[in-house]
């Protein structure tokens, strides 16, 4: 099963930036880290923000986990990279409530 309403999946420039390829953040670094060894930065946010797109559009839900906030849920498979290597990654997506649009709030490497 994919992702619902997958023409409105929104990747924020800021969960990018500030978050998923900051070297700085808390929970965030060694994601960057991850992320920089396949050739994605800052500075080309759109490029890992548009393999995250690919990724949730080529890919099921792998699980799915209610909460006060809305429903997430976890896309499991390889993300495209500009070095060509394609990892594995979990990202995982929130339709808030009272919403339909899915948003990226995390991803992070999963071994297959």
Not at 65 to 79: A, K, L, M, N
Not at 90 to 108: E, N, Y
Request: proline residues 6%; charged residues 25%; positive net charge.
């Amino acid at each position: 099963m994919k992702l619902p309403n997958l023409d409105l999946v929104q990747v924020e420039k800021k969960k990018i930036i500030e978050y998923l390829l900051s070297t700085s953040h808390p929970d965030g670094s060694s994601k960057a880290s991850f992320f920089a060894q396949f050739g994605f930065s800052a500075q080309n946010w759109e490029t890992l923000a548009q393999s995250f797109r690919k990724h949730v559009k080529m890919h099921d839900i792998a699980k799915v986990v209610e909460s006060d906030y809305g429903t997430r849920y976890s896309v499991d498979g390889y993300i495209e990279t500009p070095d060509g290597r394609n990892p594995n990654v979990r990202s995982v997506w929130i339709i808030p409530k009272q919403s339909r649009i899915p948003r990226l709030i995390t991803a992070h490497p999963i071994k297959r």
